[in-house]
């Protein structure tokens, strides 16, 4: 069964960071690329970040770049995203992406809050 776990989220104030994580099952993760995405209330969901085989020509999103870093670990089947100077904007379920069969997992809440 293919499956996308999410982990990480959580309430973080402004400036702060975190890092969440995504356990890929079910297929052969390291022969394909992966994302990340959010949806906030109200909104439609976004590109955040995107890593291709071996980890090579990451991608962002116009609102998070230079501040999240995408990474990949083959070995264990996960991709991470690293936030960095996280603001209120950044208020969002988000959600890993396998884009091959256009899996999502169930998402993780990422509050930016004082």
């Known amino acids: 069964q293919v499956q996308l776990v999410e982990s990480g989220g959580g309430l973080v104030q402004p400036g702060g960071s975190l890092r969440l994580s995504c356990v890929a099952s079910g297929f052969s993760f390291s022969w394909y690329r992966m994302a990340w995405y959010r949806q906030s209330p109200g909104k439609e969901r976004e590109f955040v970040a995107g890593i291709d085989i071996g980890g090579g020509s990451p991608t962002y999103g116009n609102s998070v770049s230079g501040r999240f870093t995408i990474s990949r670990d083959d070995a264990k089947n996960t991709v991470d995203l690293q936030m960095t100077s996280l603001n209120p904007d950044d208020t969002a379920v988000y959600y890993c992406?396998?884009?091959?069969?256009?899996?999502w997992g169930q998402g993780t809440q990422v509050i930016v809050s004082s």
């Open positions: 992406n396998f884009p091959h069969l256009s899996l």
